[in-house]
């Protein structure tokens, strides 16, 4: 029917339609299409690119801002949008897939300029040649030569997209995925609002980055789909990896410095190159907005530096508006889940090469399970900074002229990063063992095979009611997707008379500071997939922890302490900026959605059935809890030293805290993790406990030993004092 047609979605392989339906029957696979009110489609050739009628730009605008700033819950259904990337590969020639005509859809119908014209504007460009200028009188030297230094940066960083790479890296990535994946789920209505999104304004992925497998994920998808591939943001490192580094420029990538220190000609370079492709819509824009891959599982803070270049074009003026598109990435099983919790516990990132890539090609004989890959709602940059952003203040200024973001722009970058990253966690799809590994974490050492299915499946109602987006096998037993699920984990957990313990070691007669960390890296590993879930429980377990460390029944009372355990946390787990009464509002109103607690008059109180619930989150977000009163309390021994460096104090902390768990003053292992470690001093400073100073050895830190008791004090007594409380909305 008419509704069937508008959704076709033109691939040179056979015809599948978005809609679910199939064009077959023509030799040769080819097939000709007369769309309604519109030009003839033929699959090898195309003359007429459709538009979906039911996605008009102003359509898409007014979701984008709904999506960012409603309450409304966007997971339900979600499960029944996705198809199977694998279905179609497992059926078909491999060869003939990377072979196909590849006609992707571009922007405006413009002809995208190859590499070296894009190089030569990025030179030619004023704000390049303006930094040259400025340096040149800086350092005396000849402004050729720094012209010259421009040239090399532009060809070391630069992308160089080949066709023929490209169709070897689909050839090659169909036999990989097929082998380590059961299943790669897509939500084909993404990718339709994506293909509109790239033909109307310039487009910015930013997908999560939990695993190296993202980014050649997302172009075998884009590939797949006949969308423009994009250009992707990717660390130096990979340069190093011979072949395979030119190769990856060849598919797309252009590299960039870990950081870029005071190098203002490097700066100037790579956002004029980020910025030109953007202004033409060469190809869409990626990068990973958390900056590096996730070792624990949870989303990190929003890195701001590339945002501020991506959305500078439309800031100064240059373009109309952009699309920023969030894209969740959910694995069921990571393949460097093992090496991350290594990592943690300070064991040093091995170096990317080929040849490391060659001895880990064994994993190949391994299962990973199956990914999501999440297309959210393009996000119109014009409809979020209207009224709120003042974009006259560029005006004031030559626009080649270097700048540094005023405060409100800052602020709106701070917050738009992390309304993107909540996005990103918002369609994020949980599975069984996410469940599983929440419940055995929290039941160390071991329990029964029964009583972690009994746990599961209860968790599983409460997620719901929370709102995940849960990937539960329908028509198949609890048990036997418990028993699929811990065989899957082989690695991490075992199962020894009816008993789910961890993999490790028999229990020695002594315990030794070596063998607690290699106990942790097990519990780490778990302790990852646990992680994944968290941002659906944060809120309404902060508001539980509230509740049982103020005794009151009182709103402000709950708030109070809610408002400082957000606080304390904040760098640990992603908080709107500014929302600090929705996220209470939030909380409380799960936990009366899921029955936990009602509300009497002004009073709040924990129902019969609702003790079970608050003590469950209560437990989930205990290791976190103590980790950081060990980590606050470190610094107060009187043997600690005044002045530190990060690096000093990670390394004291850990031994510190292998040594508590060693004596058994403390439960929970997740304190020996770097990135706990990290984010309790980031608290610190932010709390004014711990002061940095810059000096000619580096960054150092000074403790304020009176801030830090007072600090140490609010987290470890049960009554929290509140001052000028705001009473929360429900």
């Not at 979906?52 to 960012?68: E, I, Q």
């Amino acid at each position: 029917g008419p509704k069937c047609w508008r959704r076709v979605r033109l691939l040179a392989e056979g015809g599948r339609a978005g809609c679910g339906g199939w064009l077959a029957g023509w030799p040769g696979g080819r097939w000709a299409v007369t769309w309604p009110g519109g030009a003839a489609v033929d699959n090898g050739r195309r003359d007429y690119e459709p538009r979906m009628s039911h996605m008009a730009p102003n359509t898409m605008a007014g979701t984008t801002v709904d999506s960012l700033y409603s309450q409304k819950d966007t997971t339900q259904n979600k499960r029944e949008r996705f198809e199977d990337l694998m279905e179609e590969r497992r059926q078909s020639s491999d060869l003939r897939y990377a072979m196909r005509c590849y006609t992707p859809v571009v922007y405006k119908d413009l002809v995208p300029r190859t590499p070296s014209a894009l190089r030569s504007v990025v030179l030619k460009s004023d704000p390049v040649q303006y930094v040259i200028k400025q340096l040149a009188k800086e350092t005396g030297e000849s402004p050729d030569i720094i012209s010259d230094e421009a040239s090399d940066i532009l060809e070391k960083m630069g992308h160089s997209l080949r066709l023929s790479i490209v169709r070897f890296f689909a050839f090659t990535l169909s036999k990989i995925f097929k082998t380590l994946f059961h299943k790669v789920h897509v939500n084909e209505e993404g990718i339709q609002k994506l293909q509109q999104a790239i033909q109307e304004y310039p487009v910015v992925m930013l997908p999560s980055h939990r695993s190296y497998i993202d980014f050649l994920m997302l172009s075998y998808i884009m590939y797949t789909y006949d969308l423009s591939l994009p250009v992707i943001a990717a660390g130096m490192d990979f340069m190093g990896m011979k072949i395979v580094g030119e190769m990856l420029r060849m598919s797309g990538a252009f590299f960039i410095r870990r950081s870029f220190g005071g190098d203002k000609l490097y700066w100037a370079v790579f956002s004029e190159y980020v910025k030109t492709i953007l202004r033409n819509g060469d190809a869409p824009v990626e990068f990973f907005l958390e900056g590096t891959r996730s070792r624990t599982g949870k989303s990190l803070m929003p890195k701001l530096g590339l945002l501020n270049i991506a959305m500078e074009p439309f800031l100064m003026g240059e373009v109309f508006d952009m699309y920023l598109v969030p894209i969740s990435i959910s694995y069921e099983r990571i393949l460097e889940e093992s090496l991350y919790a290594h990592e943690l516990l300070g064991v040093p990132k091995p170096k990317e090469s080929t040849s490391g890539l060659l001895k880990a090609r064994k994993i190949l004989s391994e299962n990973f399970g199956s990914i999501h890959v999440y297309f959210g709602q393009p996000v119109s940059v014009r409809s979020l900074a209207t009224g709120i952003v003042r974009r006259s203040h560029y005006n004031l200024l030559p626009r080649h002229i270097p700048r540094k973001p005023s405060e409100d722009v800052h602020r709106f970058l701070d917050a738009v990063g992390h309304r993107l990253v909540v996005l990103q966690q918002k369609n994020m799809v949980i599975s069984p063992w996410v469940l599983m590994a929440t419940v055995i974490i929290q039941n160390l050492p071991g329990l029964t095979l029964t009583e972690l299915t009994r746990q599961t499946l209860w968790l599983k109602t409460i997620a719901e009611i929370f709102g995940a987006s849960i990937d539960w096998p329908e028509n198949v037993t609890p048990d036997k997707v418990i028993r699929s699920s811990l065989a899957l984990r082989h690695n991490i957990v075992k199962t020894i008379k009816n008993q789910v313990v961890l993999c490790q070691e028999d229990t020695p007669a002594e315990f030794t500071v070596e063998m607690i960390f290699k106990h942790t890296v097990s519990v780490l590993m778990c302790a990852s997939y646990r992680n994944q879930i968290l941002h659906v429980f944060v809120r309404p377990a902060l508001v539980a922890v509230a509740f049982q460390n103020t005794h009151s029944c009182k709103r402000e009372d709950i708030f109070g302490c809610f408002s400082y355990l957000r606080e304390v946390l904040s760098d640990e787990f992603v908080f709107l900026p500014g929302n600090l009464v929705k996220d209470f509002d939030e909380g409380l109103y799960l936990l009366m959605k899921s029955g936990a607690i009602h509300m009497s008059q002004a009073d709040l109180h924990i129902s019969e059935k609702g003790n079970t619930t608050i003590s469950f989150l209560s437990v989930m977000f205990e290791p976190f809890l103590e980790g950081y009163q060990v980590i606050f309390n470190y610094p107060l021994h009187p043997e600690f030293a005044d002045d530190f460096t990060e690096k000093s104090f990670i390394a004291a902390v850990r031994t510190y805290a292998a040594e508590l768990i060693l004596t058994g003053a403390i439960k929970y292992n997740e304190v020996l993790s770097t990135d706990m470690q990290k984010n309790a001093l980031a608290a610190l400073i932010r709390l004014g406990a711990v002061e940095k100073f810059k000096t000619v050895e580096g960054i150092i830190c000074k403790v304020n030993k009176q801030t830090l008791g007072r600090v140490v004090d609010m987290l470890a007594v049960p009554r929290i004092p509140v001052k000028n409380a705001a009473v929360a909305r429900l």
